[in-house]
């Protein structure tokens, strides 16, 4: 027989478990797009999430393993989920198609698979089909135009997911895109914004957006929800948020006719999402926790400036594959201080 | 130096940047709740003479040769090892290669006792500690055979002659007990608190030592308050609570945690005025210099989900693991891995016919739950949930990813050699990945890449010594004969010179 190594224990945790539960976490925000959205959104959501699963069945099949446990493990799923849930809500089924099967394919597979990846697999396709089709991934819809409460039929998500009709008239244009074309035919931020931003009900969700990005107050309930789990640090959302409101807070006290405040930056656009479920990825972003907040405070200060500056009115997802970029670099310059050493690695002398 | 006063070991702030460990089920109930039971004699018992950290023991008796309780049967041999006593009365039936707790599952040489139920034991000398010397004291610990009784054992006289050098102003004593299912050290602390603060008062006076701290897991309030009640009027002896939290039993994190500081990575606790012992330790010192009494039984812990009355059983070193497991009345379900020690730490051993040494605080019958594994492990997902786990802030997914591409040298850079092998890392891991048993390989290869080196560099020696020596001797021969040349040429010169200046004095004579 051979030997087995101590520990003859273990923890509760498996990855099965931890991907559960962020799906779990998800839920209420997802649920809440649907009600916003209707009935195309559930089918977007079903379509990006199957295509996930079947792309990852067809990586496993060409690297000669057995899929039941690949598919198991809930991340195919999961970076599924989180796709579906940054697009706009009425996009057709082949933006799904094509966005779900470039995560899984290019961006997890070919860099070797689950704990591979340099960069988070839903962002990159994000980015990737945002650069590639501008049209469709620019389509948002007004909040209350389109949802269940609008008692739509089940079949608008045939014509409006695989027919691509979506009506001009429930279409509507994100704050950050409002903002950013107004401020391009010199118009101050005091007139743009009025009818537009409504904290309280932005915070509620009652917002135009991506599918699952528009309820802030949910996606953070989910959020603290994994941190209590001890599913997720605290540090990367919380630098995340930090490195989006002080930048934005100074800029606002500076010029208000000029730079949104910084409660616009949190409610709007993919902040929430982003700082608690897409930096938090486990594999793209940094395992030290000094590296975490230097992490999370890059993706925040690089969205207030993608946002501010840049020519796309979001910047989240482009923050976050910049700095998954940092990721390698960050986890050397960060390593912890070992017991007994001082912090350049030479031992500790007696007193 | 001067005694450091222990910290506010309950501070919220402590706890909140000290986020080391790991919490597993403790799983202590319910072996901690019922008294130590002494177990009887068992027919035979099996002594192995390697029950310590060094040199083995080297046997003193013969085959048929009658002892009696606390008699000398192996000796210390080299400075660090232990010697080793008959643990009752007897005839000595030979010396054989048994299985003995051993990861290789491999056999060792072990002296084989066959009992006679009489217990007779030596004549013993008693003794006033505080009127020894310290020397003295180190001198009977170490002919009482006394070892660390946590699990380390390294002979304790080896730790105590360092006080005779330098006095060492804090001793620790080590009640922690963070390993799930073990309670040895709790009944012990319950039932014999006072010898434990009498041990600790002992070592104080081997070591030149101030004040001794006893640190014990919040998770044996009992225990804690026999200790307080025993150490009741005694101002060297302090009894802290310390967070239950794995691994606060190791030495490193229990010093940090009580004094606040850091042992160098490349020096020992006396570089920063501290010894640890274990608290099973102390109680066995007290024994040895009170009683005479050498180390020949201790407190293990019988436990896990197999075994029908979990229990702490007082035995006599030897007693085969079968005698044990049967004494708790069998198992109840099958087992799936008997474990020598706690679960994060222990041995997984095949065979009971294995013996209790001085070092066995425990034997686990674990059933397949218990185990909670995986049928094999997954790839990493960089959750680093092993990097805020590990109580020495090392990056465990770094080092193994490396150890598994063959680069040592670049895992011993990030800290390798800093690794003390408790298991946190493997016991938080998501995927399961058997992290620490990397790190244990990669040491076994350093140090045998080391044995290599230096086995490689004395051979390099003394093939360049060989050189060097037959260059020389060449050298000396060519210088040699080339001498003996010039001697010759020179003489011939000499002898042609004479033979000339004869000629010509010929030819003036006869001219």
């Known amino acids: 027989m051979s030997p087995i190594s101590s520990p003859h224990a273990h923890g509760a945790h498996s990855v099965g478990r931890v991907m559960l539960l962020v799906m779990l976490a998800l839920s209420p925000a997802t649920a809440a797009g649907f009600w916003q959205f209707g009935w195309p959104a559930i089918t977007l959501w079903c379509v990006t999430i199957l295509s996930a699963l079947l792309s990852e069945a067809f990586c496993a099949r060409l690297a000669e393993r057995p899929a039941g446990p690949m598919l198991a493990d809930g991340s195919a799923m999961l970076t599924g989920w989180l796709l579906a849930l940054s697009l706009p809500p009425w996009a057709p089924w082949w933006i799904a198609a094509a966005g779900a099967s470039f995560a899984i394919i290019v961006a997890k597979h070919a860099f070797g698979g689950l704990g591979q990846n340099l960069f988070n697999p839903a962002m990159a396709a994000r980015v990737m089909l945002l650069i590639s089709f501008p049209v469709e991934m620019t389509q948002w819809l007004a909040p209350n135009a389109a949802g269940m409460s609008a008692g739509l039929d089940p079949m608008t998500a045939f014509s409006v997911t695989f027919a691509g009709n979506v009506p001009d008239a429930m279409t509507s244009a994100s704050l950050l895109g409002h903002v950013k074309a107004e401020a391009s035919r010199g118009i101050a931020l005091s007139q743009s914004l009025t009818g537009y931003w409504d904290p309280f009900s932005f915070g509620l969700g009652q917002r135009a957006g991506s599918l699952g990005e528009t309820s802030a107050l949910l996606l953070a309930t989910g959020g603290l929800f994994l941190v209590l789990k001890r599913v997720i640090g605290l540090r990367i959302p919380a630098a995340f948020i930090l490195g989006v409101v002080l930048p934005a807070a100074f800029a606002h006290l500076l010029a208000p006719d000029q730079y949104l405040p910084p409660l616009a930056h949190l409610l709007t656009g993919g902040v929430m999402l982003g700082a608690f479920f897409i930096a938090t990825d486990y594999v793209s972003s940094p395992s030290t926790p000094l590296g975490q907040w230097i992490f999370g405070l890059g993706c925040g200060v690089l969205t207030w400036v993608i946002r501010t500056w840049g020519a796309y009115p979001e910047g989240v997802a482009f923050a976050v594959l910049l700095m998954n970029s940092a990721t390698p670099l960050i986890d050397r310059a960060t390593r912890p201080r070992i017991f007994g050493r001082r912090r350049n690695g030479h031992s500790m002398t007696a007193p | ?511």
């Open chain 2, 1 to 511: 130096m001067n005694t450091p006063a222990p910290l506010p070991t309950h501070s919220f702030l402590r706890r909140l940047l000290q986020r080391w460990g790991a919490h597993p089920e403790a799983r202590k109930h319910p072996a901690a709740d019922t008294d130590v039971t002494v177990l009887p004699l068992p027919p035979r018992l099996i002594l192995p003479l390697a029950q310590h950290i060094g040199a083995p023991a080297r046997p003193l008796v013969q085959a048929g040769q009658y002892v009696l309780r606390g008699e000398l049967i192996a000796e210390a041999q080299g400075a660090i090892s232990a010697p080793l006593h008959a643990p009752t009365s007897g005839t000595i039936i030979g010396i054989a290669d048994v299985p003995v707790p051993h990861a290789s599952g491999l056999a060792g040489p072990a002296i084989l006792l066959e009992t006679d139920g009489r217990d007779e034991a030596l004549p013993a000398e008693h003794a006033d500690p505080f009127s020894l010397e310290p020397a003295e004291i180190a001198r009977r610990v170490a002919a009482a055979g006394v070892v660390g009784m946590g699990g380390a054992t390294f002979p304790s006289a080896v730790k105590l002659a360092l006080g005779q050098k330098n006095p060492i102003p804090t001793l620790i004593l080590n009640g922690g007990e963070c390993e799930p299912y073990l309670s040895c050290d709790d009944r012990l602390m319950r039932e014999r608190a006072p010898e434990v603060i009498d041990g600790a008062r002992i070592i104080l006076r081997a070591i030149g030592g101030e004040r001794a701290l006893i640190g014990v897991e919040s998770n044996k309030p009992q225990a804690i308050a026999a200790l307080r009640a025993a150490a009741d009027g005694i101002a060297d002896v302090d009894i802290v609570e310390v967070p239950s939290r794995y691994p606060m039993g190791s030495e490193k994190q229990l010093i940090s945690w009580l004094t606040g500081r850091e042992i160098p990575a490349e020096g020992r606790s006396a570089d920063i005025g501290v010894m640890v012992q274990n608290v099973g330790t102390a109680a066995a010192i007290h024994r040895a210099i009170r009683f005479g009494e050498p180390l020949t039984r201790r407190i293990i812990t019988v436990a896990g989900g197999a075994i029908r009355t979990p229990r702490n059983l007082e035995v006599r070193i030897g007693t085969p693991l079968s005698t044990l497991v049967a004494f708790c009345g069998g198992t109840t379900e099958p087992v799936a891995r008997w474990v020598m020690g706690g679960p994060m730490m222990g041995l997984s051993i095949h065979s009971l016919d294995i013996p209790v040494i001085k070092g066995s605080g425990g034997l686990l019958g674990l059933v397949e739950h218990e185990l909670a594994a995986l049928p094999e492990p997954g790839p990493c997902i960089r959750c680093a949930a092993c990097v805020g786990a590990c109580p020495i802030g090392l990056m465990p997914l770094e080092m193994a990813a490396l150890i598994k591409n063959g680069d040592l040298k670049a895992s011993v850079e990030i800290g390798l050699k800093d690794c003390i092998s408790c298991g946190t890392c493997s016991f938080v891991c998501p995927s399961q990945i058997p992290l620490v048993q990397y790190f244990n390989h990669a040491k076994g290869e350093l140090a045998a890449q080391g044995r290599n080196r230096m086995k490689q560099d004395a051979i390099k020696e003394l093939v360049d010594a060989r050189e060097s020596r037959m260059e020389r001797e060449a050298r000396e021969k060519a210088e040699a004969a080339e001498r003996r040349k010039a001697e010759r040429a020179r003489a011939k010169a000499a002898a042609a010179a004479k033979a000339s200046a004869a000629v010509q004095t010929n030819e003036e004579t006869t001219a």
